[in-house]
């Protein structure tokens, strides 16, 4: 099927919507993306002919439930080439990945030992790992940046050591949409012995990973970035990971056996998914990735990266206008600042115009005090964008530069 952005646009409800009476041009898909008539469609069907608890009871629609639940399950282990179903674990997204992992892994940390964090990380990614530290009194050692953007891989390496235990680190920047070398991480902490979670929250709707070549420990990922519902995610984790980690919440569903002495605890995945979970949000993830993979990530790469080229080649023929993340490896993220305005002006009047862009510190603050900076301007665009919405953005943000200087 060849790729027809305006025939894909039709799947998308709130794309035919204005902002201010414009047409609404949405480029803040690094936080959420828009999500398409299937997956709506989805959860509507849920709720409306088979809603019911998942695995435990005997009637027809907790059947069709639990069955619709386990073959989204099984859906995200092939799409993301995951080689047992088990080792795909439902979450409420890639915050509660990490802190899973970071919590079970109290267990294995002592006083002195060191854990590896990039300076390109969401908050969400800094945090988890800085409350483990403080339990454990490892120690927190961070990949930097070079002006561009990228890591410094030779100092990733001189940081490294038999004493790192875990590296973590993002597939692709949100704030910058640079994208890392995750492979050479991955390879380097294994010879040192170290295990490795990767951050896929920005990754997911660009790219089509491959765990199992990746060798990676833990790969977390949100749904709503690749046009699934929010409050649903997975964590991979490899099956020796998982059966060595200790379960994270007690409750319902996550037990083998209950009494006052003793409780044992399920098998996996359930080990890791106490209560009743988001099953509407569950199925429609598995719709997502339908939908997407009928459209092929490479036909979504080809036309995000004809997307980023132009908006990079028409942006910086602005004057004073400056890209931050120049690294050669890039998404369709453009994170930017006009010389001597405040970003939050130019989101405000862009908005007045229809356009949605995001503007801030983007949850990534280490990047924001390495250059020096109160945040950005970040305009992420998705497989639904045009050319002509590019062009909108550019003349909003000239028509913003005029009025502010
Ligand atoms: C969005 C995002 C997160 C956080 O995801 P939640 O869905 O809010 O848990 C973490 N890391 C990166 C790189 C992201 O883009």
């Known amino acids: 099927m060849a790729f027809n952005v305006q025939e894909i646009r039709k799947d998308f409800p709130i794309l035919q919507r204005e902002v201010n009476g414009k047409p609404l041009v949405y480029l803040d898909n690094a936080a959420t993306s828009q999500k398409p008539q ?3 469609d989805c959860i509507v069907d849920y709720y409306s002919n088979y809603n019911a608890n998942i ?15 386990e073959a989204a399950r099984k859906k995200i282990q092939q799409h993301f080439n995951i080689t047992k179903p088990h080792e795909v674990i439902f979450t409420s997204g890639t915050t509660h990945g990490i802190n899973l992992v970071a919590n079970g892994f109290t267990k294995f940390l002592s006083k ?7 300076a390109l990380e969401h908050h969400s990614n800094i945090v988890p790992w800085q409350m483990l530290c403080e339990r454990t009194g490892a120690i927190l050692k961070v990949i930097p940046i070079e002006e561009n953007g990228e890591l410094i891989l030779s100092e990733y390496e001189k940081i490294l050591s038999e004493k790192t235990k875990l590296v973590f680190v993002n597939h692709i920047s949100n704030a910058l949409g640079i994208i890392n070398p995750i492979k050479e991480i991955i390879d380097k902490a294994h010879k040192n012995g170290a295990a490795v979670l990767v951050d896929g929250a920005q990754a997911c709707s660009h790219i089509k990973s491959n765990l199992q070549a990746l060798d990676v420990d833990f790969y977390v990922t949100s749904a709503h970035k690749m046009c699934g ?9 490899k099956e020796e990971w998982l059966n060595k980690l200790p379960p994270y919440q007690g409750g319902g569903e996550m037990i083998d056996e209950v009494t006052f002495e003793k409780t044992t605890y399920a098998g996996l995945p359930h080990k890791f998914e106490a209560g009743t979970p988001n099953i509407a949000g569950g199925i ?3 719709a997502a990735i339908d939908y997407l993979n009928s459209i092929g990530f490479d036909a979504i790469e080809s036309h995000e990266n004809n997307l980023l080229a132009y908006a990079t080649e028409q942006l910086t023929a602005i004057e004073g206008l400056k890209i931050y993340g120049t690294g050669v490896a890039k998404t369709s993220v453009i994170s930017f600042n006009i010389e001597g305005i405040h970003p939050y002006d130019i989101g405000t009047i862009v908005d007045k115009l229809g356009i ?4 801030g510190h983007h949850c990534a603050q280490p990047i924001m005090d390495f250059y020096k900076i109160p945040g950005t301007v970040r305009a992420s665009f998705a497989f639904y964008n045009t050319k002509e919405e590019v062009d909108a953005l550019v003349s909003a943000v000239n028509k913003a ?5």
């Open 284 to 286: 429609a993830f598995g």
């Open 401 to 405: 530069k005029t009025m502010l200087t």
């Open 55 to 69: 695995h435990r009871g005997v009637h027809t629609l907790s059947q069709e439930a639990t069955d619709a639940y």
């Open 356 to 359: 949605a862009v995001r503007t």
């Open 229 to 237: 519902p929010t409050g649903v995610g997975i964590l991979y984790g």
């Open 112 to 118: 002195g030992d060191e854990v590896i964090v990039s």
């Open 38 to 40: 299937q997956v709506i």
